[in-house]
């Protein structure tokens, strides 16, 4: 799952763990042809791939095996090895950033999607939430230099945001079902629930791609996103007022003493397991709590918000495609994987990953009949924002230096300011990074 840090690779898992494989299908050794190989990482599906695996084989008599390599960072590992020897299988995930796609399919090793996409009066391409298909996709003149289309078929839709316990704030003298929507409001609630002894914001901040997510949220929402652009391709520094304003936030956050004792060292599965314990009133995570808080806590009454204003204009929230899939363009099966793909977002079996796993669908049609918490992920993903839809991607180096300087605001151990001299300070050794390297490779053309 879910997901600058995917999901660097933004929304990494940042964890080691022994590799773990699950097939289902033909073994690759039995007799008879071959099965399609798909390699992926989401261990929460396993289950539901393998009936999928077994309900394609009925009906089309084409075997499918898949395989699962987890967690994410073994995952990625796995893919990047298998590239380099022309190892990959027919169909596999790209964790990571947009150039990370981008160098894969420079390799050769994705199948372009484009003329599948169109055919049928764009039949395959208008079954998706738009979003979910742009995170796949590259625009025309593209900074990659990539040949604009799309190129990965997403599986499901995702969207990370403020989560809220329907109980607690009754307790604390609130409207359950009216939750504080303002900056300013949301802040007061820290000294409520101190008095009444329960925690009043949880997340899994020793994960840097979950404050990266609320912090570039705001960001965009704060200054718009041309101008988080133009900090990106270093137009405009990090030292700014309208980014200090957004560091600020983090200070005024830890000041209301909202937060949970330590969250910087938490991680977000420690995170899920209070809040489905009713012992905190809000939580910053994904489409995927969903399933996660059904099977800590099946009673759980809780809502799903966007992020709380801090002026009075649109807010916007992480999310576009949750998973996707892309073709090995070097495989011999690269028809009937493109035909599996297409069989495994239709409408019948989207809606049975829905009900097995509680992800969106990516499939729209599949999605028209949410229960309610997904239901208020969904309505949000025309509000999505996500790195692979930024015209310029902020490096990796900045991006942690940028996160880790929230944490240390969180703690008390640096001002706004001084994170922003050290963030801009990264930002500047980056920029003479690549100028270098610029400047070197058009050295060694002449």
């Not at 738009?130 to 796949?136: D, I, W, Y």
């Not at 030292?239 to 304003?245: A, G, H």
């Not at 012992?279 to 966007?306: C, D, H, I, K």
């Amino acid at each position: 799952m879910m997901s600058k840090g995917t999901l660097s690779f933004r929304f990494a898992i940042v964890a080691a763990a022994l590799l773990v494989v699950a097939g289902c299908g033909r073994s690759p050794t039995a007799k008879g042809p071959a099965p399609l190989r798909v390699w992926h990482w989401m261990t929460d599906r396993e289950e539901a791939f393998t009936e999928l695996a077994r309900r394609y084989r009925q009906q089309t008599g084409t075997a499918i095996h898949f395989e699962l390599y987890a967690p994410s960072d073994v995952y990625v590992q796995k893919v990047r090895s298998a590239a380099q020897t022309d190892g990959l299988p027919d169909i596999y995930g790209v964790l990571g950033e947009t150039r990370d796609i981008a160098s894969f399919i420079n390799a050769g090793h994705v199948l372009p999607l484009e003329a599948e996409m169109g055919q049928d009066n764009d039949a395959w391409r208008s079954s998706f939430f738009p979003k979910t298909l742009a995170v796949n996709a590259f625009v025309p003149n593209n900074p990659q230099g990539i040949a604009p289309g799309v190129y990965g078929v997403p599986i499901d839709a995702m969207s990370i945001q403020l989560i809220y316990n329907k109980k607690l704030l009754a307790k604390l003298g609130l409207n359950p079902d009216s939750p504080p929507s303002m900056w300013k409001d949301f802040l007061q609630v820290g000294q409520l629930a101190k008095a009444h002894g329960v925690l009043g914001f949880v997340s899994g901040w020793a994960e840097l791609w979950l404050i990266d997510c609320l912090a570039t949220d705001y960001a965009i929402h704060l200054m718009g996103m041309d101008k988080v652009e133009q900090t990106y391709a270093g137009k405009k520094a990090y030292t700014d007022t309208e980014w200090l304003r957004v560091l600020r936030l983090f200070a005024e956050l830890r000041d209301s003493r909202l937060p949970a004792e330590g969250i910087v060292t938490m991680v977000n599965k420690r995170a899920e397991q209070l809040f489905a314990n009713e012992q905190a009133v809000f939580a910053f995570n994904g489409t995927w709590a969903v399933n996660v808080y059904r099977s800590m806590n099946p009673a759980l009454e809780y809502g799903v918000m966007m992020l709380p204003k801090v002026k009075d204009r649109p807010m916007v929230t992480w999310g576009g495609a949750g998973s996707s899939f892309f073709i090995n363009a070097k495989s011999p099966k690269a028809p009937q994987a493109v035909a599996f793909l297409k069989w495994l977002t239709s409408q019948p079996q989207q809606e049975y990953l829905l009900q097995a796993t509680q992800n969106i669908p990516a499939n729209r049609a599949a999605a028209e009949a949410l229960p309610p918490p997904l239901a208020a992920f969904a309505e949000a993903i025309d509000a999505a924002v996500h790195p692979r839809l930024f015209a310029v991607q902020e490096q990796s180096a900045v991006i942690e230096a940028f996160d880790k300087g929230i944490q240390s605001i969180l703690i008390g151990e640096a001002t706004p300011e001084q994170v922003a001299e050290a963030v801009q300070s990264v930002k500047q050794r980056e920029l003479s990074r690549l100028a270098s390297q610029s400047a070197y490779g058009q050295h060694t053309v002449r």
